[in-house]
């Protein structure tokens, strides 16, 4: 394993998909905490649903798959969901959880036949990259070894979703950083908060545009299953480990970094341990691995033995 490793063939075919899978998981881990403790952690999975039938339109006007089109696309849709919701609720006079029920479920469905019935299937751009993502078709072709790290030219020629991912990750790191107070005080009291004068609900709204930013940057590579559980799992994990926000935040980090690597690794190696020759899907197995450290940190994270001593 070590000497495939430090092999230039690891750093061309392995490292691209792993980094973008890293910085995926990272990017939706972060704001995911937020959305955990505000009861909103399906926000993420409302938006990796409306998302697809944006981007296949996108795909269609365009006959591109870049990535500008693509965002561009999935924000249309989001705000066509957002119109519908409301109309929705309004017409058939049933709480928002249903309407965005029915709207997130239909918008899903739509996306899906466009692909079956459109010539986006003649691309990457089919219900499998929807689901699973383009994680193993990410190579780095230029690269010529980890001295590769270090030769700007190479970098230059890394998968376009690796800085696109990464410049996400740091634009949410630095936004969730500056107002990072506010943040914690309308989604612990939000009462308190809209007493002293923040805007709530814009701050509500900038960080549901956040998550939207997030889904869509990492939909295109690592697909809605990364996307979903990454918003879940890795926060839901860290909330049994401690008390603690900043504590939280930092384990969910962790959490999803483990996922992404570890599943990455046990993805493209794990088969061959065992005498098989396959591999299996990338973001299949990060996913089980972000649902495995959520189980283990449900049977014994610290937060569940002190509520089972107390409960004794």
Not at 269 to 278: A, L, M, N, S, V
């Amino acid at each position: 394993m070590i000497e495939e490793i430090l092999s230039p063939e690891f750093v061309m075919i392995s490292l691209p998909p792993m980094l973008v899978g890293l910085l995926a998981c990272l990017a939706c881990a972060l704001p995911g905490n937020f959305l955990l403790l505000r009861r909103q952690a399906l926000i993420g999975d409302a938006i990796s649903h409306v998302a697809l039938p944006g981007i296949v339109l996108a795909f269609l006007l365009t006959g591109t798959v870049a990535a500008w089109p693509m965002l561009l696309g999935a924000g249309a849709a989001a705000l066509v969901a957002v119109a519908l919701i409301e109309a929705v609720r309004r017409l058939g006079r049933i709480e928002s959880g249903a309407a965005m029920g029915v709207v997130f479920t239909a918008l899903f469905a739509a996306g899906v036949l466009l692909l079956e019935r459109s010539d986006a299937s003649s691309v990457h751009l089919d219900v499998q990259h929807a689901l699973y993502g383009n994680l193993e078709s990410l190579i780095w072709f230029d690269a010529m070894g980890w001295g590769s790290l270090l030769d700007p030219a190479a970098l230059a020629t890394l998968p376009e979703a690796a800085p696109r991912l990464a410049v996400v990750l740091v634009a949410i790191a630095l936004l969730t950083r500056l107002f990072w107070k506010e943040l914690a005080l309308t989604t612990f009291d939000p009462a308190h908060a809209s007493a002293i004068g923040l805007p709530t609900g814009l701050i509500g709204a900038g960080l549901a545009a956040a998550t939207a930013v997030a889904a869509v940057a990492a939909f295109d590579a690592v697909g809605s299953i990364i996307v979903i559980a990454m918003f879940v799992c890795p926060p839901a994990a860290a909330r049994l480990m401690t008390d603690r926000l900043g504590r939280q935040v930092a384990w969910s980090l962790v959490f999803a970094a483990i996922s992404a690597i570890g599943g990455y690794v046990l993805a493209g190696y794990g088969p061959g341990w065992f005498g098989r020759p396959d591999a299996v899907s990338a973001a299949g197995m990060i996913a089980v691995v972000a649902g495995a450290i959520l189980a283990a940190a449900c049977l014994a994270g610290p937060r569940r033995r002190r509520a089972g001593a107390t409960a004794a």
